[in-house]
């Protein structure tokens, strides 16, 4: 069965969802269920023990079948990410990780240095690591080097909508993995999502997208088809692109004509 | 602006273009892609108050892309009303007569323990200018044990020295807030009277000697309505703009406190309609998409209700402007502290709290709008580790 495999596990689902943004926690659950999604991320900054309506983990852990990857949000470099990774594994039981280091708390791009590092000491550790990432090439490489099990490369900044504006390095990132790529921000719309899944992207990551939309639920069953239709182009064998028409009879037939040499 | 304004500073190249553009460069600053002091100077002129619908729908989109369907809350503590300033405006000044009052360690304690109950997790702990009764070691120790009980911990206190601002950060401290009131040296010079507030320079550069320090965060504002509200936006804007190139690492957020009654009968100077509060807020998201932007409980609750997520993402709710208060006894019929009468609040507040509604009707209001309350947004680990670098 086709089915994306990070580190030990399989999912049927390529569509991964983000938990923050919602304007409730049962609008939430809802989306994650009709998004088909079989794993989802949530951050350690919005596990609240102490009161339970303020709580996202709670809830997502009502949900069968469901795996959480916990995020590092709010870390401004390796060491506390890597804290908050080892808190974070405690408070939820599962090893998946989303390394997210953004020293800037306003843009939230994310600092190649610091990720790396705290991909390097959080793989070693036993985590499944799954790197928020710049859509740097190289940087991909160094990551799969110390063991992530993905690279999640931005389309575009966080919240922006401005969809797969990296597309070019995207493709050189994925041509040259080894782990699956993830395309992580920036989606704005299902045929983002699309996109993003044939040019051969593993899976991709929405929360903007699907929390403010109008009818989160519906936005969250949309790009679920979305991601479907675009993973099913990818193997079908999408036509090649092309600035000329290409004409029924080749101007080169003549080629073939008696006389040529 | 006299000379005492820095050059980095001075609003007046723009005040023209904020007095006098027309509907197209209205239109223009709305479409403009990366939009600066230029399109702020525009957004607040008298067209764009024209256009003040279109304003609040942009931004309105922006902060929900950038925040989501989400309000932060906070809860402001005052330690202590002691002052030795002479601000003419504020409940707290020194010519005024009335009890003063400080609280004492385990009062602080009882007061933090309460509000932990009320849900908050982010706290904001205020006083009045250095005095023997509230000094650096007053509040680093209040900080301290706050920072054992909230995940974040910020202050709006005197201005302190870099060293000190360091022992806040060792302390937990994750953030402070420093009003310039205004940025007119003039006005300011009026409005306060004496102490050491007097000193314009060293409160402009505050908020930069707190995040060199290691702190996290700064909130700035101007107390609008003390000056020319349009000349202290856009100064106000350009200080953000300083701040964010300098400590690129740091979190900037922005309060939009307009002057409302207190002790002393102060009239402001100038009249802050509420349409004109609106275009500011609203000015400011959309030329600062992801600025956090801040409204208390100084505004009635009709306005915070229909701001609340156009503009603006963080809010305090159930505040009292009076030294504790929470922990005296008074509850609502839920068992939770209940908020203070307008009446309390007037007599013996640093401010007028104009929206008094308990965390659970505020709640109510917010989730009928489909923004979700979020108490927690922070986790202290990221703290912790700043503590013992």
Redesign the interface.
Known sequence: MDSLTLGQHTFTSRLILGT?????AETMLKAIQASGAQLVTVA?????R??PS?DLLGPLLTIKGLTLMPNTS???NA??AV??AR?ARELSGSKFIKVEIH??????MPDAIETLEATRILAAEGFVVMPYMPADPVLAKRLEDVGCASVMPLGSGI???HGLATADLLKIIIRDSRVPVIVDAGLRSPADAALAMEIGCDAVLVN?AI??AGDPVAMAAAFALAVQAGHSARLAGIMSQSEEAVPTSPLTSFLSNAGST | MSALTPDWLNPDPWLTRAQNTGTRAVRQALATECPGIAELAALLSPAAGEALDRLATRAQFLTRRQFGRTITLYVPLYLSDFCKNGCVYCGFAADRRQPRRRLEHDDIIAEMDTLKVMGFEEILLLTGERTPQADFDYIRAAVALAAERFDLVTVEVFPMTREEYHGLTEAGCTGMTMYQETYDPAVYERMHRWGPKRDYQYRLETPARALAAGLRTAGLGALLGLADPVRDALALFQHVQTLRKQYWRSGISVSFPRIRPQLGGFTPPFLVSDRFLVQVICAFRICMPDLPLTLSTREPAWFRDGIAGVGINKMSIASRTTVGGYHDGSTTDDGLPACPSSARELGQGQFKVSDNRSIENFCAMLKSKDLEPVFKNWDAVYRDIAQSA
Not at chain 1, 44 to 48: E, V
């Open positions: 923050g943004k919602f304007s409730d350690l900054r919005r596990f609240n102490e009161r303020d709010g870390a401004c060491q506390e804290k908050a808190i020293p800037n708390p306003h843009h939230l919240g922006t909508g903007s929390a403010i």
